[in-house]
C-alpha cells in the first residue's frame, strides 16, 4: 500500500507511515478512540446536513488513504440523516503534490468522481488530519482539472496546526495542539484493523527521512515549486 | 525501476505492475474534461526519432504532453546525422537543452542501449524500438491491453496463453513482448515460417510452433506481427499469398479461437497479408485500443522515471498483492 | 661493433642460458659466458625471463598509406617492437590498395626507415580487393619487397575461379594464397556471431557457416591444383575440423588464429560497445575451447593479431555503425601466455613455434623465426612472464586505441626486443 498521505506527520510519505507504524516511539497516547471517532463523524455529517441546508448536492471526496475510508463512514452517516444515497468517491492528489521531486515517484490512487461529477455541487474533501494545508492545496488543483463545483469545503478528522498555507478546515473533529516534535497517527478499521488516534514523540535524532519527506520545515526549506 | 527503459528485461514483475497500474490511473484522465495532468511541469522530453514512425512518435508526445511536460521532437532522418553527424553529438546537443528524458528510435539494435550507457547524457533514456532489437513500450502497451481484457487491473497474466504470429526475426515488438509476457507469467508461443525465426529461439521463455492452426485453440489472445513485402524478395517466403494462407488471420481462423480471445495488432496493418480485413475490423480485433492504451502507458512510463527525484520504486511482492486486493 | 650480452634468460622457457649478441648475429649461447675484458658489452640481467625468437606476425594492418589517421608504418611497427615482434606482414586493404609492385615497395620502404620492425607487405590478389581480376602478382613478387602472402583480406576471394587462378598462378614464386574465408551473401548486413545472443540482440547473425564454406571450397581447390593455402582468423570449432581433416590428407594448408578469438567470446556484445566489433566475429565458448585445442595441436599453426586500427570517432557510435576490427599487436604475447601458456596448453617453446617459426615458414620471411643459436640473426624477444599488469591503452605505441582488452588483467610483459642485435625495446620502453 503507497499512500499518498498519510497522517504521521501531517503530509508525509508512505514509507515513513509505515515505518512510523512500526517503530512508533513509545508511549504514543490515544487522544481519539473508536466511540469518539464515531462521535465526531456524526456530529460533522450533521454539520454539513445544516450547513448546506440539506446535503441534495453534496458529494463527498476523501483523499486516499484513509480520507477516503473516512468519506464513505460521513457519507453513511448522511444517508442516515437525510434518507437519500450520499454522492461519496476519491481524489487522488498524487499528480498535484508540490514535493513530487524530493521523492521517487509514488504509486498512484484511485480518483474515483460519482456519476453525476463534481459541477454545480458542493463538494466536501475529506481527509484525516490537516496539517501543512499542501495537500489541500493539490486537492483543490486536482479537483479543478475535474469540474467546477458551486463550492469546496473542507472536513478533517484532525487538526494539528501548523499552517503553511492560507488553508482552513470547515469540519474539524478534533483541533489537537501539537508541537513539531509530536506525531499524529490516525488508525481506522478499514486499514488498521482498529480505530485510534495516537499522539506520540518524533524519534528525535537519527529520523531524518522525517524531515526529507515533508511537513513543515521540510517543505517550507524545499525548492519544489508551490504552485 | 530502473533510471532508463532500454529492454523489457529491465522490469522486474513488481515493476511492470507498477508501470500497468499506474496507466490504468492515467487511462482515467483520458475521460476528463481536463486531460492533464501537472506532473511532468518543467520537465524536457526529446523524441529522437531517427526512422520514421510518426505513430509512436505522436503517442510518446501526447503522453509527454499530458504530464505537462515540455516536447522537443527532434527528427533525425533527414536532418544533420543523415549527413554524418554521429549520435554521440546528437546526444551531447540534447544534453546541453537540459533534457531530462530522450524517447530514441533508432534503425540500429543497441542504439539506445549505448546513449544510455555511454556517458554522453544524463537524461533517461526511454527505447522507443531500435532495429530489430526490442520495443518495451510496446510490449508494456500490449500487457496493458491484456489484461484489461484477460484478467483485470492489478493482476498479472498468470497462465494466459498469448501467441505471437509472422516475422518473429526482424520484430523488435515480438522479442521485448516474449520477455515481459513471460516475466508477467503468460505462456507464450511463436509461429512462424522457420525462415523467420531467429537462431537460438528454442532458448527463448516460450514455445515455437511452425502450424498456426495447431495453436488457435489453445490461444487467449493472437498477436499478429507485420509481414514487411520486402522480406519476401530476401528468399524469407515465397509469396503472399502463400504466406497470407498459412500464417494470415482470417474469418475462419479467427472463429476457431476460444469465445474469449482477442486479436492483437502492434500496427500499422496489412490487410490482405497477415490479417484479413474481416478480422482487422471485427469487435475481437483490440489494434485501435491499442492505440489509446499506448498513450496511457507511455504516460506511466514517463511519470515513473521523471515524476520524483529518482525513479519509481516498485513496492515490494507482498504489498502488490494488498493492493491487488484492494482495486478489486 | 656493440655487444650485449643476456644473462640467464630461460632460452624458450627451459634452462637458464647465457646469450651474447654480436653485432647483428648471435654470437655464442652457453652458461658463464664472460664479458671478454676489452669489448663494450651491455650485459642484461635476465634472471626469471624467457629468451623467445622475435614474433613474426602474418597479418597486420598499418594503414599507411590512406589512413594514416588511424595507423603509420612507423605508429604500427612501433607498436610491433612494444609487443614483441621483430617482423610483420602488412595487409593490402591500404588507400590505395597494394596490388601494385609500387605500392608493397612503398610500404616495404617505410618499413626499412622506421627501424623497428621489419615489414613485409602482403600482396592483393586482386585488382582494388574486388575480386574480378588477378592483381599482378608476379610483379610484386619480383619486387624489391619480395612479396609472397597474397591476400584480399577485409574482402573474401569468393568467386572460385579467381581462387583457383590465384592458387595456381602464386605457385611459380612459391607464393601462398591467404583467405578472408566469408561467403558474402551469408553475411549482407552481419554484425556479429549468429546464435543466441544475435538472436536476442536483434543483431544480424554472421552465420559459422559462411565462413566454413569458403574454407571447405578453397581446402579443395587448393588439393586439385596442388597449391598451398593459408586460412586468415579461423574463428569456429567448425573451421578447425575442416584444416584438421585437410591436414589428414596432407594437404598444404596453413591456417591462423587471432589472439582475441581465444579469449573473449559474442557474450561480450551484450554490452553494445563496438570494441568488440570484429571480423570474424567473436564466436561462442565452445569455439574458443576448440580454437586453443587447434593452436595446442598444431592443427592451426600461428598467432596472428589481425591488429586493425580504427580512429576513436569509427568506435565511439552506435554498433552498426562502428567499424570492425581490434588492435593487438602490443597485447598478443599476453593473451597468449593467459589463453595457452597459463592454461598448460602450450609451452614456451610452443608459442616460440606458433608466433615466430611457423609464421616466418608460411611467409618464407628469411632470416626470422629461427633458433636461438649461434651464427643466428639476433632477432629476440626476452619477457617476464612473472608480471601481472592491467591493459592501459594510454600508453599503447599504436596510433588508435581499439582494444577490448582496456581495464583486463594480463600476464607477461615484454622487456627487451632485439631486431638484428639492436634493442628496440629496453626495459619494456621503446628504444
Redesign the interface.
Known sequence: ??ENHSSTAGPTGAAQAQAAAADLPAPARPVLEAPDIARVLTRIAHEIVERAKGADDVVLLGIPTRGVFLARRLADKLTGITGRPTQVGSL?IT??RDD????????????EIPGDGVDGRLVVLVDDVLFSGRTIRAAL?ALG???RPRAVQLAVLVDRGHRELPIRADYVGKNLPTSLRETVKVLLAEEDGRDSVLLGQKESRNDSRQDAHGGPGADARSDA?A? | MKRHLISAADLTRDDALLVLDTAEEMARVADRPIKKLPTLRGRTVVNLFFEDSTRTRISFEAAAKRLSADVINFSAKGSSVSKGESLKDTALTLEAMGADAVVIRHPSSGAPHRLAASGWINASVVNAGDGTHEHPTQALLDAFTLRRHLSGPGRDLNGRRITVVGDVLHSRVARSNVLLLTTLGAEVTLVAPPTLLPIGVERWPCQVSYDLDAVLAKSDAVMMLRVQRERMNAAFFPTEREYARRYGLDGLRMAALPEHAIVMHPGPMNRGMEITAEVADSPRCTAVEQVANGVSTRMAVLYLLLGGSEPAVAPAAATAATRTEESK | MSKTLIRGARLLGGEAQDVLIDGEIVAAVGSGLGTDGADVVDVVEADGLVLLPGLVDLHTHLREPGREDSETVLTGTRAAAAGGYTAVHAMANTFPVADTAGVVEQVWRLGRESGYCDVQPVGAVTVGLEGKKLAELGAMADSAAQVRVFSDDGKCVDDAVIMRRALEYVKAFDGVVAQHAQEPRLTEGAQMNEGTVSGELGLTGWPAVAEESIIARDLLLAAHVGSRVHICHLSTAGSVELVRWAKSKGWAVTAEVTPHHLLLTDELVRTFDPVYKVNPPLRTEADVIALREALADGTIDCVATDHAPHPHEDKDCEWSAAAMGMIGLETALSVVQHTMVDTGLLDWAGVADRMSTRPAAIGRLAGHGRPIAAGEPANLVLLDPAYRGTVNPAGFASRSRNTPYEGRELPGRVVATYLRGRATVQDGKLA
Open positions: 500500500m503507497v487522488d499528480m498535484y513530487l521531486r524530493l521523492h521517487p515517484p509514488r504509486a498512484l490512487a484511485r480518483t488543483d482539472d475535474i469540474g515549486p504552485r
